[in-house]
């Protein structure tokens, strides 16, 4: 499972790369966010994530609070966050025991690696969209975080971190199974 987190932000890093700055106002199939917040959100959340391969519960403190406006410097440090990121949950121990996900409650740290690759997956998606862009991701992380989806999204939505789900046929592609799952409309024609 340690390998998967690399195979789930090289395509999120590309994408990245190719954001401009004029499209920081664009929206998002996450409606909550446009580019800008979204932006924001993955770089706000950066440390709690990756202090969670850690096991450490990072302090209020140290957590970066953005308003409405990105740093200067968000692209790279957005590609930083996603370097920390996956050297974090590449190593095997990050999956062993329990950990922490922004607040006290203990999880199984494998749950939690499985959201947290759902989490750069899904808005990697979305980044891509509303940038018009591709994301292309490997089957076996694809497949991994579909499983990981099935077996936790109510936790998810319980979160806040998914919207309620888009009817998606069986026989449409895996992406679009996950997409649906976490709330969004793959077929919709403004995602194309």
Known sequence: MSSLISQATEPVADVVRGI???????????????????????????????????????????????????PTNWQPELLAYLAKLTESWSDPAAWEGTTHMGGPTEMPAGMVGGMVIGEVLVHGWDLAVATGQKALWDEEVLTYVHKELVANVHLGRDMGMYAPEVPVPAAAPLVDRILGLAGRDPASPSYH
């Open 20 to 70: 401009a700055p004029d499209q920081l106002p664009l929206p998002t199939p996450c409606t909550d966010f446009d580019v800008r917040k979204l932006v924001n959100h993955l770089l706000y959340w950066g440390p709690s994530l990756e202090g969670a391969a850690r096991k450490v519960l990072v302090p209020p403190s140290d957590i970066p609070e953005f308003e409405t406006e990105v």
